[in-house]
């Protein structure tokens, strides 16, 4: 019982001291059913990924998309 505590508060320790990490993500499709994702940047804090995310939305496409979406996710984290 004492080493299932430890291992407990050792995860919490982990959780308090983790570092949220953004990532600009970049997604294209081609039509309704084909897109491709890629991470563009990483960012230590959100309004920085944001700050990148306008400024990529602003750079002209270079190719004939249906759709281009820029979006500033947590690294690791599910979609809901």
């Known amino acids: 019982m004492?080493?299932?505590t430890a291992w407990l508060?050792?995860?919490v320790r982990l959780d308090i001291n983790?570092?949220?990490i953004w990532s600009l993500m970049l997604t294209v499709c081609f039509?309704?059913?084909t897109c491709i994702k890629q991470s563009v940047q990483w960012?230590?804090?959100k309004p920085q990924c944001i700050e990148a995310q306008l400024i990529h939305e602003d750079i002209p496409l270079d190719g004939d998309w249906?759709?281009?979406d820029y979006?500033?996710?947590v690294?690791?984290?599910k979609e809901a």
Request: glycine share 4%; aromatic share 4%.
């Open 2 to 4: 004492a080493q299932e």
């Open 9 to 11: 508060l050792q995860i």
């Open 18 to 20: 983790m570092e949220i």
């Open 31 to 33: 039509d309704s059913q």
């Open 43 to 45: 960012f230590e804090e």
């Open 66 to 68: 249906k759709s281009v």
């Open 71 to 73: 979006k500033c996710v």
């Open 75 to 77: 690294v690791g984290a």
